[in-house]
C-alpha cells in the first residue's frame, strides 16, 4: 500500500470511528429507555438492564456501520477537495479510479466488520437475548407479585399477598379464579412458594384451604390441606416457550432451510432464504456506500461554497440504495426463488460509483464566450 493510500485510509478509518461511535450512542440511547420502562418497571435489577443493552449493541452496530463508513467517506472527501489535496494528486496524474482505492480498502474493512457481526455475533447474541427474555416472562415474582396489593395477572383471577419475605415464600396468600363460567375457586393459605416447572412456574401453598362455589346450584365445597401445587401455566400467559426467533438462526441453517429449521421458527422457505442471503449480501453495502460518497464528490471542483450539491446527490443515491434493498427484501419474502434480488442493491450501488468515477475522470469542457 503505498504512502499516500496509508493516509487516506488514515483518515477514513479516524472518521469513522468517530461517526460509528456516535450513531450507535444515539441508537442505544433510544434502546435504553424502552429496555428501562420494561425491565425495572417489571422488577428486574439494574444489571439485567446492563445485561440486556450489552446484547443489543452487536446489532445496533451492525445497522450503523454503513451509515459510518458513507459519512467518513463524504467528510474526508470533502475535507481534502477544500484543501486542494485531492486536486494536487489529480495535477500529478492521479485517476478518479486511482483516487478511489484507498476508499475501497476501507469499505472491504467495514464489509469484513459487517460480515463477523451480521453472521457470527449478532445471532449469537440474539440467541442468548432470547434465552434471557423466556427466563425473566417465566420469572412470575419479577413481572406481578407485589406485596399488600390486589393483583390482576390474567382475565378472572385475582391474587393477594400480605408479605414476600426476604427468603422467597410469599405469606397469607389469596387467589381468585372466575374464569370458569360454571365454578368461582379461591385458594388460600398461610405461605407459599414458588418453584420452576417445564413451561411455567409452579405455586406450592402449605397449610391453606381451597373453596369451590357452584354457581348454579349454590353448593360450596372447601377442602383443606397440609401442601398444595397448582400449575401457573393456565394462569398466565408466558412469553419465550415457543419458537426459535429467525434472527438467532446461524446463517448456515438459514440457508439450507432444513423443515426442522422451518418448524423450530415457525417461518416460511421464502423467508429463511431472505434472512440468510441479506446476511451475506448486507457487507456489500459497506463497500458500496463508502464508494458512492467519494464519487459523488468527485464530480465537483475546488468551490470556497464546498460541494452541497455533490453532497446532496451522494445522499440522494444513498436513500435510493436503500429503497431498492427495502424491495428487494419484500421480494424475496415473497417468493423464495427471488433471493438473488437481495444482490441488487449493492451491486447497483457499487456499479453506480463507478459509473460517477467514469464521469469524474472525463475531460470538462468549458464554455467558450461569445
Known amino acids: 500500500m503505498s504512502r499516500f493510500d496509508r493516509y487516506i485510509l488514515s483518515q477514513l478509518l479516524a472518521l469513522f470511528g468517530f461517526f460509528a461511535l456516535v450513531l450507535v450512542a444515539v441508537y442505544w440511547v433510544n434502546r435504553a429507555v424502552g429496555l428501562f420502562d420494561q425491565l425495572i418497571g417489571d422488577g428486574q435489577s439494574a444489571l439485567v438492564f446492563l445485561e440486556f443493552t450489552i446484547l443489543t449493541?452487536?446489532?445496533?452496530?451492525?445497522?450503523?456501520?454503513?451509515?459510518?463508513?458513507?459519512a467518513a467517506a463524504v467528510y474526508v472527501t470533502n475535507r481534502l477537495m477544500q484543501e486542494s489535496e485531492l486536486v494536487v494528486m489529480q495535477a500529478t496524474g492521479f485517476s478518479a479510479f486511482r483516487l478511489a482505492r484507498p476508499v475501497l480498502y476501507f469499505g472491504l474493512i467495514v464489509m469484513l466488520m459487517q460480515?463477523?457481526?451480521?453472521n457470527l455475533l449478532v445471532p449469537a447474541s440474539q440467541r442468548v437475548l432470547g434465552e434471557r427474555s423466556a427466563e425473566i416472562s417465566r420469572n412470575v415474582t419479577a413481572r406481578f407479585l407485589n406485596a399488600g396489593q390486589f393483583m390482576h395477572p390474567a382475565a378472572g383471577v385475582t391474587l393477594y399477598i400480605r408479605e414476600i419475605s426476604p427468603t422467597g415464600e410469599l405469606l397469607d396468600l389469596f387467589l381468585s379464579d372466575e374464569r370458569s363460567p360454571a365454578e368461582r375457586t379461591i385458594h388460600s393459605a398461610r405461605k407459599a412458594f414458588l418453584v420452576r416447572g417445564a413451561t411455567a412456574p409452579k405455586l406450592v401453598m402449605v397449610d391453606g384451604s381451597t373453596q369451590t362455589l357452584t354457581r348454579n346450584g349454590g353448593r360450596m365445597a372447601v377442602t383443606r390441606f397440609s401442601d398444595f401445587t397448582?400449575?401457573?401455566?393456565g394462569l398466565v400467559a408466558f412469553d419465550g416457550g415457543g419458537q426459535v426467533a429467525?434472527?438467532?438462526?446461524?446463517?448456515?441453517?438459514?440457508?439450507?432451510?432444513?423443515?426442522?429449521?422451518?418448524?423450530?421458527?415457525?417461518?416460511?422457505?421464502?423467508?429463511?432464504?431472505e434472512e440468510g442471503h441479506s446476511r451475506l449480501a448486507a457487507p456489500l453495502l459497506a463497500v458500496a456506500a463508502p464508494l458512492i460518497g467519494f464519487a459523488a464528490l468527485m464530480l465537483g471542483s475546488f468551490?470556497?461554497?464546498?460541494?452541497w450539491r455533490q453532497m446532496t446527490l451522494a445522499v440522494a443515491l444513498l436513500i435510493a440504495e436503500q429503497l431498492v434493498w427495502t424491495w428487494a427484501g419484500s421480494v424475496a419474502i415473497a417468493s423464495a426463488a427471488a433471493w438473488p434480488a437481495l444482490y441488487l442493491a449493492p451491486l447497483a450501488g457499487i456499479a453506480t460509483a463507478a459509473a460517477l468515477l467514469w464521469q469524474a475522470q472525463r475531460p470538462r469542457r468549458r464554455k467558450v464566450p461569445a
Not at 57 to 70: D, E, K, S, T, Y
Not at 115 to 118: G, K, P, R, S, W
Not at 230 to 233: F, G, R, T, V
Open 115 to 118: 460480515a463477523v457481526l451480521t
Open 303 to 307: 468551490s470556497r461554497f464546498g460541494l
Open 246 to 273: 429467525l434472527n438467532a438462526i446461524p446463517t448456515r441453517e438459514l440457508l439450507a432451510a432444513t423443515p426442522g429449521a422451518q418448524a423450530a421458527t415457525g417461518a416460511r422457505l421464502s423467508e429463511m432464504l
Open 57 to 70: 449493541l452487536p446489532n445496533a452496530i451492525r445497522l450503523v456501520l454503513p451509515v459510518a463508513g458513507f
Open 230 to 233: 397448582l400449575d401457573l401455566a
